[in-house]
């Protein structure tokens, strides 16, 4: 799947959604193209903080926003991107080797996100410049 993939999830509801709401399914291996290994989620962020400056070496991840909106500046060697994420049926794919940044948090923003691999601090490149010299000598 490409960095910046948009996929959309189904939302199971019968005729009296209003009252007795939406159900939506996510299988690893299924919907999501990876085994799940870990999901973490992101609350309390005000709008005007920001989070993420990173890239990942291998992890894959899903972005999910379940209640409010966040905003997500991608950065890859093909492309540089920003996507509004505003309702609980849209995942974001961000795999390998893509800048993410996760900014204007709005009306108590729930981020959900399902991860490939376990925690592991030595996936991340942290530095942009270290990030931006690895995508020169991947000759991206
Ligand atoms: C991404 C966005 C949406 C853990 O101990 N376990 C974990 O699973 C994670 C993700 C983080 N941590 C620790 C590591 C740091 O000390 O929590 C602290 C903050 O983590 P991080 O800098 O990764 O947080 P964000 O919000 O900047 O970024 C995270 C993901 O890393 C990132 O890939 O897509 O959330």
């Not at 799947?1 to 996510?26: C, Q, S, V």
């Not at 709008?47 to 894959?60: Q, V």
């Not at 399902?114 to 991947?138: C, G, N, P, T, V």
Request: some cysteine.
């Amino acid at each position: 799947m490409e960095n910046g993939h948009l996929l959309r999830f189904r939302d199971i509801h019968d005729a009296d959604w209003k009252n007795t709401g939406h159900l939506t399914p996510i299988e690893g291996m299924g919907e999501v193209p990876f085994a799940i290994q870990r999901v973490y989620y992101i609350t309390g962020v005000s709008g005007e903080a920001s989070r993420g400056y990173h890239a990942h070496k291998t992890l894959e991840q899903i972005l999910i926003c379940l209640h409010g909106s966040v905003r997500v500046r991608l950065q890859t060697a093909q492309f540089e991107k920003e996507y509004l994420l505003d309702d609980p049926f849209t995942g974001l794919y961000v795999g390998q080797m893509a800048w993410h940044e996760m900014y204007d948090f709005q009306n108590e923003a729930v981020l959900l996100v399902l991860a490939s691999e376990h925690y592991d601090e030595a996936d991340y490149i942290r530095d942009i410049q270290a990030f931006l010299k690895l995508l020169e000598e991947a000759g991206e």
